[in-house]
């Protein structure tokens, strides 16, 4: 990918709802040969046996399984936020994923997915690793960005809302071919960056990946059911156990934490 906003959507289109080889031919040139996978249900971390056998492989037939149990799947891709800094892709997805071995099977879910990203260059996912982009760091930037040094993370559904803000409307001008981003070769005419993805990782609230196990929803009720009965609890321990609020406010008990250095 150049342009992960606007080319994500159509990734996932093609992973999910295309035929078998069109789903292969998708995920090989855009996942590297030793990315990782997770999700409720199933996970391959990163590994390689050989040029063939690695977890892009197993990545392949865990796709490949998912379009077995159900072929005509549903799908919306919500929004796409790029986080440049760390190269992660924040992708919301709302899908009906149907069983055809198990008639009026429609679990309806809602999930957010995060992508790990890695530049490469033109020769592909196997390029990750040998071309980086050495003076710069792994992101891209905009000149406004530049001057201004502002990070910046563009969503696509910025881009894809024209009625949406100035900042959104510049976003949206960044798609162009002719935008000054250097996601498509900046002004001294550098090399386009191409992105490639290291990891997957498939965030299901719980009641969400629990309408996978629920045929006539009643897991998912009682999930819910739960999540209500731990907020009520929430508010009575709050009011019962005061004293230690009191206590942390007036510095009695120390409340002092440690920030996580990377």
């Known amino acids: 990918m150049q342009n992960p906003l606007l080319e994500t959507p159509s990734l996932i289109h093609t992973l999910t709802q295309s035929t078998p080889s069109q789903q292969r031919a998708a995920l090989y040139a855009h996942f590297t040969p030793t990315a990782s996978f997770t999700h409720p249900f199933c996970a391959t971390s990163s590994w390689s046996l050989s040029p063939t056998l690695n977890s ?25 936020t790029f986080n440049e800094e760390h190269l992660k892709l924040y992708v919301d997805i709302h899908q009906h994923f149907r069983l055809w071995i198990v008639p009026g099977y429609d679990a309806e879910v809602w999930l957010t997915t995060v992508l790990t990203l890695a530049v490469g260059d033109e020769r ?8 980086r982009m050495k003076g710069q760091r792994h992101g891209v930037e905009t000149s406004r960005d530049k001057e201004k040094g502002e990070p910046g993370p563009w969503s696509y559904a910025a881009v894809a809302d024209p009625t949406t803000s100035t900042t959104n409307a510049n976003a949206n001008a960044n798609a162009n071919a002719d935008s000054d981003v250097m996601v498509n070769g900046d002004e001294d005419g550098d090399a386009k960056p191409f992105y490639y993805i290291t990891a997957q990782d498939d965030l299901y609230q719980t009641s969400e990946w629990i309408k996978f196990l629920s045929v006539l929803g009643i897991a998912h009720l009682l999930v819910v059911a739960w999540m209500f009965f731990a907020t009520g609890f929430s508010v009575v321990g709050s009011y019962v156990l005061v004293p230690i609020t009191w206590a942390m406010e007036t510095g009695r008990l120390t409340t002092r934490g440690r920030r996580i250095k990377r």
């Open 56 to 80: 892009r492989w197993a990545i392949w037939k865990i796709y490949q399984w998912y379009k077995i149990m159900s072929p005509h799947i549903s799908l919306e891709v919500l929004s796409v």
């Open 124 to 131: 592909g996912p196997e390029s990750v690793g040998e071309s």
